[in-house]
């Protein structure tokens, strides 16, 4: 599993997805809010839980009921203030995607007033805490370029204050790295705010910098409410020092510990993907020496959001195999309280997310969180809205890889992951997601017994030909199983009919196919294969099948991903990995001429800028990682590439334009036009030609 994943890259949330149907807390947040969306719809995925609940309990897991009652929407992430009086949380009450800080009164364990906006922008606002003198929220938010920093606001009169986006820090950090300010915790004097940052650290593919998706390796400082006096907490070479917390005495702090490495397979599902290996720790050191490291909870699991309940107790959470999932309790005196007993669950769903606990530590307040349509689990309906981050476009939820038809009309394909990893169909749907018809259904496709079920099933990147008669599409084995199995591209047309192979040698995995403008050719991606006698058949690269001889010519033999025939055929998208050791610059997107003339690179960033797509007007969308996380990598549930965001620029790569801004993996974009939305699909609903 290891090796493999080595190789294992695929693109910006090329991972997964599926979904259901929604709860009726989703779809009153899912409502049009006040967008003025004239150009039209912006169909695209999105790997977040599909619900998040805050609960209140015992310390010990029981009583428990929802904090906010009827007022629950979609919230996360809460902290109790010092002084007991209020909780702060993140809530996406305003619309899909869009994070804002709240808070609510609290008197013992009753909420006693309605949730406040206390931090809001058109960027994510995440992790507030107020601090101990009660006269300040600090927060972490995007609002300024995408990147996430440290803002203060001043409570009584609403202004704000920069405590990271400043010269002596931000600013004194190199730029062209990960440059992200995460989860501020206040002293209890107040006097000092300590956060996280990977500043100064590479991009760094996972396995060691081979892999494609991002580590992340966080150091923990402290500051001045002002922004000076930056210094250094903790850190450790090659560790992630996350989430740190004050002990009620300011004394130490406690964070969790985990080897950077660890903050990939750290935000996957557990259960599925690797089991019990991952050895972390809660640990704590003094406060301000960094010295003094006293290590509390150690071994197999995923421990992180570690909090001092009181000076002797430090409470965590543990992401695990099902029965180990829970919050946990250690006593850094070795005592064995009774109202700190772990709160294990049986079932890695709900997670348990987030905890926070009153200042006199008898009551836990935490998030109960749904999937997130990763891997392995549902997550949002076909159409849902979601917030539109640019108000010319109406947003909307796609399953993954859609497509519009060439001739403009509102209908699109998709690869349909909702039944989760067993199977991805490809399905064609009205671009509202209503009519939806299998055109390919994978666990009947008998070319190969070994990829017909399963997690290699999958039918992806289905793309119209001219007259919009046939599409093509990759059916096989692809992430890490295109090691070791095939895959084939394939035609059919619009009413599911006429499956035709137009490439696949049963070895060779050929995959993510795109028609020329005349649909004489089709433009794939080849991975190597080996053949029953050991010979390696194949390359790595692109290749064109000439459709009517079927012969199949390879292009490239460089590590290129995802192509596409430009609306007139004369050019063709792709993603290139341009750095074999992925420390910075590992893959960029380019485009050439058919015969390979004319390379040209039109995305500059030294993170990961991959999955292009054409728009119907020739430009292009594609999703970058220059951002960086939003949020402390192993917080994640289930998410491989949780710093994607969409952006759209034009054909030569000027103009970019980042369309997205929320905390999650936002990717597989495409864009339903207004004057395409007006008009009418000539097709027979039950044709059987
Ligand atoms: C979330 O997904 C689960 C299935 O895993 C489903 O039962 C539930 O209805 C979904 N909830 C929402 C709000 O979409
Ligand atoms: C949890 O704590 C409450 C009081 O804090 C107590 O009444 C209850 O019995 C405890 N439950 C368990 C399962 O220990
Ligand atoms: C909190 O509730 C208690 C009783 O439940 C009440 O006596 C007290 O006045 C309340 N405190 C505040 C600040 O409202
Ligand atoms: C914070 O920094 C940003 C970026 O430099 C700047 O635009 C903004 O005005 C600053 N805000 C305050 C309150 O200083
Ligand atoms: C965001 O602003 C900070 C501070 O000026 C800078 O270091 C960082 O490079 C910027 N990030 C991007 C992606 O522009
Ligand atoms: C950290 O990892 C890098 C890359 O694997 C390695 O070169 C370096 O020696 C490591 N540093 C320490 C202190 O282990
Ligand atoms: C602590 O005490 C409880 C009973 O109150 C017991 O169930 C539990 O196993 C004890 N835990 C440890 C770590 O000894
Ligand atoms: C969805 O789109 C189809 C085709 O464009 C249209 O016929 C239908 O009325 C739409 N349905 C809704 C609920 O908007
Ligand atoms: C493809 O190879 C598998 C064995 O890996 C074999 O079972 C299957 O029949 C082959 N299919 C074709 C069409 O040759
Ligand atoms: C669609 O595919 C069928 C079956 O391969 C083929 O006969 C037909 O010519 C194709 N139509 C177009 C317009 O390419
Ligand atoms: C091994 O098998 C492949 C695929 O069937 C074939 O093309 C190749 O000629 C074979 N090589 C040898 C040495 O038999
Ligand atoms: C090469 O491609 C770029 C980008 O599409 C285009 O602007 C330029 O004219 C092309 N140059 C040649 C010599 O074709």
Known sequence: MRVARVFSWLAVAG????????????????KRTDSNAQLGTFLH??????????????ANGSNERLLLGSNTVYDFRATWSADGQYVTFTSERRGNGQADVYRVAINGSTVTSTPELIAVSEGVDDSGEISPDGKMLAFATSRFNHTSNIMLTVLETGSLKNLTLVDGIAGAANPTLPNGYFKPTWSPDSEWVVFTSDRNTPWRGHSAGAGWEHTQELSIYAARPTGEDLRLVSSRANYTHGSPHFSP?????????????????GRLQPDLLYGSVLNTSIVSVDFPSGKNRIV?????????????????VIGYVMKETTSDNG?????VSGKNYTQYQNIPMNTMTPALRSPTWSPDGKYIIYEKQGPTGGSTSTSRTQYTKLWDFNKNWDYRYTDVFPMGKRSGCPMMAMSQQMEGPAKSNLMRLSMNGTDQVTLFETEKAMINPSIAEGYNARAYQGNWGPGDTNLTFGFGAYFVARESSPGFIFSVNEYGKDVTLLAGNNITNYGFPSYNHDGTKVVFRTWPGTASNGTTIGSIGLAVVDVPTRKVTQLTTEWDNLPAFSPDGKRILFTRRVNWSNFHDNYDIFTMNLDGTNLTKVTESIASDAH??????????????????QQEAPLYDDSM???????????DGSNKTPMTNSLWEDAMPMFAPASVLSKTCPYKKNHSA
Do not use: C
């Open 641 to 651: 590439q949780p710093y994607a965001v969409i952006m759209l620029m034009d054909q």
């Open 612 to 629: 292009a797509v054409w728009t119907q007007d020739g430009r292009i969308l594609y999703s970058t990682g220059m951002y960086g996380f």
């Open 296 to 312: 509390h909870a150690t071994g197999t699991g995923v421990k992180i959001s570690p909090r001092f309940v009181t000076n002797d």
């Open 249 to 265: 005495n300011g004394k130490r702090i406690v964070f969790y510990e985990m080897l950077t490495e660890d903050t990939y397979n």
């Open 15 to 30: 991972t997964a997805i599926a979904h259901a149907g929604m709860r009726s807390v989703e779809s009153h947040i899912g």
């Open 327 to 331: 919050i946990y309790y250690v006593s």
């Open 45 to 58: 995925n999105r790997i977040s839980p599909n619900y998040s609940e805050l609960y209140i309990a015992e």
